[in-house]
């Protein structure tokens, strides 16, 4: 009987939808990750970010400051957040991250307007990550042009000039040229630990289970602590290989400015490499197969991808999506390693990103250890 | 207070998963130097049974020592010396027969590694495929790998969980005559088995049902403790004749045996009665010294009635 047959092929498919019917983590999958995917894609991802934290550095108080300011944030492209009263101040709050720009008004703005020498107004932006700055500058020149129509009117007219009647100068810090590789090559770091730290623990765990091997070895006096930390810590050496060759190649393929303490990423890469294992290892006391651990996995992936800032401006995204994306750990340890490589940041500066990192690690192992132990009984 | 020579002595041990018992209150007193035969249908609860007894599962209720370690304070103490084959091959497949020994020898803290590696080797008549790879192996070879690993550690104890399934006859044999050696030496061999001719190669033999330890004693004890009545019936029409049989008083048990039929019942008098209403002139019939199937598949049944 060579000839297709009916009842022969629905008997397979009638089989295969039994089994993914039994399969409630691959079934659940199906469903879960296109949802995941329409809400992030479709709500949270937004190209055009508005509402910006922005500071405003003003030495002139006056009628044509204030237009100046309101029409900046009619724009809303800018959120007014802080004053910065020196330059060293406004330095330290783009360096931590605070704000993404400040504007700086010069003191004798009014008076030089009027005479119509047109002002200068520095924006100094954290350029790290082009595309968070890109729209907001677009809008900023083509407002210069009209911002003061309405405050010169009739003889004053003539003050707008044909390039506008002040100039915005737009300071591009730790990115002049606007280059998306050097916010993506550092970034890449956080992507690929995430990638095969959780997927490879998750993954090395499982299989022990599934082939049966972890019974033996728990039968042996080893403990399940070693069984663990010993498991864990090949794949720490491979993390800090993987971060070794990005660097490399951020270094000598993008010519990536690196200007900060590599120790010190180091040191920081070992929190965030720990607590992507401690989520592989939750997955593996969850997980009853090698599918369904690599699942979970990208499960995980997915929104350290796409939420955390590294293919989108994270302050783009709605508050929600934002709340979101500072559970994942892959957020913080890209603004750490963004901030140690192209601002140069230190130990005091990165803190703020530190502590959520530590706290992942801490509530995650703990889950972790919790379940590897329930698992064993 | 355990007699020196018990090396397992627990009474009254049970094991819960969630509602079901899965071991009730199950004593055993096994010597030194002996082999204990654990049988019991599928799902009786051995296995459950041999990892507590390993450290793996700590037991719900019930106290006893392995070794005379205790089962609930002691477990690691009892993992040091007790070697456990599980009932799968849970050695690692991606490593060499070599590799796998040398990292379970490490496991122990085995004393002059390599040596003790190359001697287990030797032992098991691996050396000359030390450098294979476990997964490449067929069956009776893996348990031969598998054997060795349990052995390398010198445990005092051997607790084996169906070793021999799926291995063929004459690898079975040699495995046999491994573990009487090794019993001979002194080791303590506890192992489970669904096969009679193994059972009878037990010094003595534990029989579970649905978590309950239904009979244990020499094979001769077992057999004799179950007051079963045994004919065998050979002839033309077995099949119709089972039929027959079945239901009848006094008879308890139809199994067909090739050619032969074997009718059991616990009353002698009435299974006679019995046999000798429905034979035709075609039987003969004798009776016969019961064998331990005929007895295990009675005590099978029994505890079914028991539990439904």
């Known amino acids: 009987m060579r000839r297709f047959t009916f009842h022969r092929f629905w008997a397979i498919v009638l089989k295969e939808f039994i089994q993914m019917k039994r399969d409630r983590v691959t079934f659940g999958m199906m469903i879960g990750i296109p949802l995941m995917q329409l809400i992030i894609f479709g709500f949270a991802i937004n190209s055009d970010p508005k509402h910006l934290p922005a500071a405003i550095r003003a030495a002139d108080q006056g009628p044509f400051a204030r237009t100046l300011v309101a029409a900046l944030k009619n724009s809303g492209y800018f959120t007014f957040v802080r004053e910065a009263a020196t330059e060293a101040d406004a330095r330290r ?249 192209l601002k140069g940041n230190g130990l005091a500066e990165i803190a703020p990103a530190l502590w959520p990192l530590l706290l992942f690690l801490v509530v995650a192992m703990a889950i972790g250890v919790k379940r590897y132990r329930q698992t064993l009984d | 207070m355990s007699a020196p020579d018990h090396v397992i002595d627990v009474a009254g041990v049970t ?79 991606d490593l060499s027969i070599r590799e796998n020994l040398d990292f379970i020898a490490r496991v122990y803290a085995v004393p002059d590694r390599a040596g003790a590696v190359q001697q287990s080797l030797d032992r098991l008549g691996l050396a000359h495929r030390s450098h294979q790879l476990a997964g490449q192996l067929s069956g009776g070879w893996k348990q031969r790998l598998a054997l060795a690993a349990c052995l390398i550690h010198s445990p005092r104890l051997l607790l084996l969980d169906e070793p021999t399934a799926g291995v063929d006859p004459k690898a079975r044999r040699e495995f046999w005559d491994e573990i009487h050696q090794l019993a001979a030496d002194g080791l303590t061999v506890l192992i489970t088995t669904h096969y009679m001719d193994e059972a009878e190669r037990c010094h003595r033999l534990a029989y579970l049902a649905y978590g309950t330890l239904l009979t244990r004693g020499t094979v001769d004890e077992v057999v004799a403790s179950a007051r079963l009545t045994t004919w065998e019936v050979t002839g033309t029409g077995l099949l119709p004749l089972a039929a027959n049989l079945r239901g009848r008083p006094g008879v308890e048990q139809v199994v067909p045996f090739g050619n032969t039929l074997h009718v059991s019942g616990h009353d002698p008098a009435r299974l006679g009665a019995a046999i000798a209403a429905a034979r035709g002139p075609g039987h003969a019939c004798r009776e016969i010294k019961s064998s331990l199937e005929d007895v295990f598949i009675c005590l099978m049944d029994h505890a079914k009635d028991n539990f439904s």
């Open chain 2, 15 to 93: 094991k819960r998963f969630g509602p079901k018992t899965v071991v009730d209150a199950v004593d055993l007193q096994v010597r030194r130097g002996e082999i204990y035969g654990f049988l019991g249908p599928n799902g009786s609860g051995k296995t459950t049974f041999i990892r507590m007894l390993c450290g793996l599962l700590t037991p719900d209720a019930g106290t006893g020592t392995c070794l005379g370690y205790d089962l609930r304070t002691q477990q690691a103490e009892i993992k040091r010396h007790v070697g456990y084959m599980t009932q799968r091959f849970s050695y690692y497949e």
């Open chain 1, 93 to 341: 709050m783009l360096r931590l991250g605070e704000v993404q720009f400040v504007i700086n008004i010069p003191e004798d703005f009014s008076r030089r307007l009027l005479r119509g020498e047109r002002p200068t107004v520095l924006i100094e932006a954290d350029a790290t990550d082009p595309a968070a700055v890109g729209p907001a500058m677009a809008a900023t020149r083509a407002l210069a042009g009209t911002v003061f129509n309405r405050d010169l009117p009739g003889p004053l007219a003539r003050l707008r000039g044909t390039d506008g009647p002040v100039d915005f100068r737009i300071h591009a810090h730790y990115n002049p040229e606007n280059i998306t590789q050097y916010n993506i090559v550092p970034g890449l770091m956080g992507v690929v630990l995430t990638m095969t730290m959780v997927v490879i623990t998750a993954l090395a765990i499982t299989r022990e289970r599934e082939r049966g091997t972890m019974e033996n070895l728990l039968a042996t006096p080893v403990r399940p602590l070693e069984v663990m930390l010993g498991k864990i810590l090949p794949y720490i050496a491979v993390g800090y290989i993987q971060m070794t060759l990005i660097l490399l190649a951020a270094r000598f393929i993008f010519r990536v400015p690196m200007i900060g303490n590599f120790v010190l990423l180091y040191a920081v890469a070992l929190l965030f490499i720990g607590a992507n294992l401690a989520v592989g290892i939750t997955f593996s006391t969850l997980a009853k197969n090698q599918l369904q651990a690599v699942q979970m996995a990208f499960f995980f992936f997915l929104p350290s991808i796409l939420l955390s800032g590294f293919m989108f401006p994270f302050r783009g995204m709605p508050d929600w999506a934002q709340a979101l994306g500072s559970v994942l750990p892959n957020t913080h340890f890209l603004r750490i390693a963004r901030g140690i490589l």
